[in-house]
């Protein structure tokens, strides 16, 4: 599966963006999706996870509340919207893919998109 993510962009601090995952794979539901950043400097780190049905999801504590992870299966594409977006988000995003397998590790995703830059300014 090929991962394109898109709706990057520069917004100020409390403004909304939504990113899309779209998969060029039909099977897509037989993944499970991660959404990860990675700041300049910095280690990249998890964000928000959501199982193949999209019944189960998981958030890192510095978004929880603030990020809601969602998927659309009959359309291969997964959604990461950010709500009151903060300086410290500012990072590439990166969506994941991983086969059958729901978790917040990095190291099971096979699967990685290229990157959409987010620059939150304050």
């Known amino acids: 599966v090929q991962l394109v993510e898109s709706g990057g962009g520069l917004v100020q601090a409390g403004d909304s963006l939504r990113l899309s995952c779209t998969a060029s794979e039909l099977s897509f539901s037989r993944y499970a999706v991660g959404w990860f950043r990675q700041a300049p400097g910095k280690e990249r780190e998890f964000v928000a996870a959501?199982?193949?049905?999209?019944?189960?999801?998981a958030y890192a504590d510095s978004v929880k509340g603030r990020f809601t992870i969602s998927r659309d299966n009959a359309k291969n594409t997964g959604y990461l919207q950010m709500n009151s977006l903060k300086p410290e988000d500012t990072a590439v995003y990166y969506c994941?893919?991983?086969?059958?397998?729901?978790?917040?590790?990095?190291?099971?995703?096979?699967?990685w998109g290229q990157g959409t830059q987010v620059t939150v300014s304050s």
């Open positions: 994941a893919a991983s086969v059958w397998v729901f978790t917040t590790s990095g190291s099971e995703y096979g699967r």
């Open positions: 959501i199982s193949r049905t999209g019944d189960t999801t």
